[in-house]
């Protein structure tokens, strides 16, 4: 017997219940629940990057663990349940897929010789998802509407400046081509520089420190865009190769009979240099 999704809708409602049902289960609010939401999405990356997809099951069922206890939390307060979920989202993918549903119905087909290039399915998509967000119920708040709608604001901050500077660019906000961003990030470096010395200096505060660093990472992520090189996994590449380099030093000293925090940073840098050399000689 293999359970189904009724099974874990039912597991949940019985997890939520009031009176038989988990007292930490029934004490979570959709607030609550939201960091391990966020642990749960990183796991799954965590299980890809490693390429271990036996885990990776275990990991998606997690994940689907968040989206059932927020619908049930929502079934609870009368907003939404798993179904209208499910509904809602189905509705929206037909719809954003003209390409693949051409009568705007799950059952109907695009005859492969009308299958149109890559260009108009992209400009398709913007369109259709601009289309949505004019429509969109009004949020409750007291902000006036703007192209940058639909970004949120809880993204990773890499993740979000990325996606705020390709909807600035698709309205023309943007800079001709690469040479002025390489200006941009030299600009940023001498204020940070300056920022930095006020704050040393006691004539400057560290809220001006912090302000011209964002300002540099974000030209950074701009950098990044026009080398069309995602600016997460690239940071994400030297972590891994710093993670790397890092524990070669380890295994290098220990090897040697040597204590890590009793060698001199010149000692360590000339260890770091070697792991280096032999990175490139492709040794290791």
Known sequence: MSYTIDDLKTLMARLRDPKTGCPWDTRQTYKTIVPHTLEE??????AIER???????DELGDLLFQVIFYAQIGREDGYFDFDG??????????RRHPHVFPAGTLDSRIDPDDRPDEAWIKESWERIKA???ALAPETGTSESS???DGIARTLPA???AEKLQKRAARHGFDWPDIGPVFDKLHEEIDELKEAWGAAQSGKGDSDAVEDELGDLLFVCVNLARFMKVNPEQAL?????KFDARFRAIERVLEREGRNMDEESLEAL????????????????
């Open 41 to 46: 999405a990183y796991e799954v990356a965590d």
């Open 51 to 57: 390429e271990d997809y036996p885990h990776l099951q």
């Open 85 to 94: 979920v499910v509904d809602h989202l189905v509705r929206k993918l037909v």
């Open 131 to 133: 289309e949505e967000r």
């Open 146 to 148: 703007s192209r940058l």
């Open 158 to 160: 890499m993740a979000r």
């Open 236 to 240: 994400k590449r030297t972590n891994h």
């Open 269 to 284: 840098d000339a260890v770091w240099k070697a792991v280096k050399g032999v990175e490139r000689s492709g040794k290791c």
